[in-house]
């Protein structure tokens, strides 16, 4: 891969070279694109590495997640929702000289047979099989110039909590309106900065939560009655999860902060959002001129609503203006006086 000041070259294995302006790696933990670009990637990996797959099994209840861990291994049995599937993550087998072994369908079962002793289970039908380390890294940059780094390939984390794939898609949705903007000339570059800006911190707190519930965790696992639920608090929905230090967050109640939802006239405000624009919602009358102008001035990247309805979610009182981002955070929250026109807001 190489760039210029106007575009970014890939070659593919193939021989094939691709350009364009610009390029996002997207291409997981061990990113090709990352390592191309020379950013480190710090951190640490357990030593020990887990199986994982897909299985069919019998004989065991599917309103349950499922787990056996002893001191010397553990296995997990999920059923994956809308499937007769369920994902089976384990310790992994070793041969007589204490080498790994790879994953198979009969080192599934000896292994659960050793450490769940429910007799009549028999696992079959696996659709893949892998292994997994777990790891606690992240890129020192999520930008060099045209390219960007994405998901696995900026971050990656323990599975407590399940946020590995939710991180990558929120670092997919904060990237992909920013340089929509860009790439349509709406938007300078600069508002590209704002993408590392805005998601590298939110990847380190990812990384010590998400360390930290692993540990809680694996501790609740030697108390008897204590199950996974333990591993989810508040922070673990994401929920909370803001950009408040951010250059794009414009003072006032909640800016950088993910825009609630509430009730606006016979839809969601989470519906009203989506769709990847901008929706300025509007609080009392004298909000009124400021929303019909400025659906005038950008029809295409605003869209406006009256939101009396949605006070109390957004703590307003008066008549105010929240500016709502493409992906669903504050981007301006201010008041309004009677008789503002947009170019006074
Ligand atoms: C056992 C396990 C359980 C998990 N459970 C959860 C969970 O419950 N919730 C959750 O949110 N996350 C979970 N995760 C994490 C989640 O799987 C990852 O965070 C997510 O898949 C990352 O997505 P990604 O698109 O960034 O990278 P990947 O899914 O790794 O995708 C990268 C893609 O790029 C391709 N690629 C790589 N290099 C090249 C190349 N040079 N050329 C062409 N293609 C290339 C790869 O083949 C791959 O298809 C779990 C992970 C594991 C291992």
């Known amino acids: 891969m190489a760039q210029d000041g106007e575009r970014v070259?890939?070659?593919?294995?193939?021989?094939?070279?691709?350009t364009a302006a610009y390029a996002v790696g997207c291409d997981g933990g061990h990113s090709a694109v990352r390592k191309a670009l020379g950013v480190s990637f710090e951190g640490s990996s357990a030593e020990e590495v887990m199986w994982c797959g897909d299985v069919e099994a019998d004989g065991l209840d599917r309103g349950y997640w499922h787990q056996w861990i002893d001191e010397d291994?553990?296995?997990?049995?999920?059923?994956?929702?809308?499937?007769?599937?369920?994902?089976l993550q384990s310790s992994l087998e070793r041969d007589a000289g204490g080498r790994p072994l790879p994953p198979s369908l009969a080192g599934f079962q000896r292994l659960f047979d050793r450490h769940a002793r429910v007799p009549g289970v028999r696992l079959a039908s696996p659709t893949w099989l892998s292994t997994y380390r777990?790891?606690?890294?992240?890129?020192?940059?999520?930008?060099?110039?045209?390219?960007?780094?994405?998901?696995d390939a900026a971050h990656v984390q323990p599975i407590a909590g399940g946020l590995g794939m939710n991180t990558g898609i929120q670092d997919a949705f904060n990237l992909g309106w920013k340089l929509a903007l860009v790439a349509r000339g709406r938007a300078g570059e600069a508002l590209l900065d704002t993408y590392d800006e805005e998601r590298r911190p939110v990847a380190a707190w990812t990384l010590k939560l998400t360390g930290e519930r692993l540990r809680v965790s694996l501790e609740g696992t030697r108390t008897a009655g204590v199950g996974t639920e333990i591993v989810l608090t508040e922070d673990t929905t994401t929920l909370r999860v803001g950009y408040g230090w951010s250059s794009?967050?414009?003072?006032?109640?909640?800016?950088?902060?993910?825009?609630?939802?509430?009730?606006?006239?016979?839809?969601?405000?989470y519906e009203v959002f989506a769709g990847g624009h901008f929706t300025l919602l509007g609080f009392g009358a004298a909000s009124e001129p400021?929303?019909?102008?400025?659906?005038?001035?950008?029809?295409?990247?605003v869209r406006t609503r009256r939101a009396d309805a949605a006070r109390a979610a957004?703590?307003?009182?008066?008549?105010?203006?929240?500016?709502v981002r493409p992906d669903h955070h504050i981007a301006l929250h201010t008041g309004v006086e009677r008789g503002a026109r947009s170019s006074t807001a």
């Open 9 to 18: 070259t890939v070659t593919l294995t193939d021989g094939r070279r691709l």
């Open 73 to 87: 291994g553990a296995v997990l049995l999920w059923p994956i929702p809308g499937t007769t599937s369920w994902q």
């Open 134 to 151: 777990v790891s606690a890294r992240m890129a020192g940059r999520f930008r060099m110039g045209r390219v960007f780094l994405a998901g």
């Open 248 to 269: 794009l967050a414009w003072g006032g109640t909640g800016a950088g902060e993910r825009a609630p939802d509430a009730p606006c006239g016979d839809a969601r405000l």
């Open 290 to 301: 400021v929303l019909a102008e400025v659906a005038a001035l950008f029809p295409e990247l």
């Open 314 to 323: 957004y703590g307003v009182e008066g008549d105010a203006l929240v500016l």
